[in-house]
């Protein structure tokens, strides 16, 4: 009994905490020697891969797969030939998506997240080339990933940013 059980107790009247001790006193339990397992510590570069991986899958949109279960890939019909051809992009719905319209747009995000992660890594670099080469493939990489983006969101929504 420390300061906080002294504290609680005292509101609690005397037959309860006979009652609750009752148990304790009436079992003998066994006095166990139990190792408590050691979990290695991961490494920061194995966590920060689990933490990327998993910023993929909640950008992509996983949780709206596995709720909505959309096709992993669209068709539409061909109106010279009749035939049908495969459509990657849900056009005309911004909050509905194919399977593989979600992982490319993560693909993308992702893309530009590497580019910006390489961006704050240039301090940390150690000679002036290798500043330059964080910096112009971050740089590479987070405008890629924005253009690509503004791409694929033109293709889902015909007429974005289109000015008339």
């Known amino acids: ?85 495969p459509q990657a992009f849900l056009q005309g719905r911004i909050n509905g998506q194919y399977i593989i319209e979600g992982l490319s747009a993560g693909f993308m995000f992702s893309v530009g997240g590497s580019g910006l992660i390489l961006l704050d890594q240039v301090k940390r670099a150690g000679s002036q080339a290798s500043r330059y080469a964080f910096l112009g493939t971050g740089a590479l990489l987070l405008v890629i990933g924005y253009n690509l983006s503004i791409v694929f969101i033109k293709i889902k929504v015909p007429g974005y940013l289109r000015v008339d």
């Not at 059980?5 to 006979?18: G, H, I, L, R, Y």
């Not at 066994?30 to 397992?37: A, E, F, G, S």
């Not at 570069?45 to 992509?60: C, K, P, R, T």
């Open 1 to 85: 009994g420390g300061i906080i059980s002294n504290v609680t107790m005292e509101f609690v009247p005397k037959a309860f905490q006979d009652a609750m001790l009752l148990p304790t006193n009436l079992i003998r339990f066994p006095n166990l020697r139990l190792k408590i397992p050691r979990i290695p510590t991961p490494s920061a570069g194995l966590v920060f891969a689990a933490l990327f991986f998993s910023y993929f899958l909640v950008i992509s949109g996983i949780v709206y797969d596995v709720i909505i279960e959309p096709p992993g890939i669209g068709s539409t019909q061909d109106p010279v030939t009749g035939q049908h051809k």
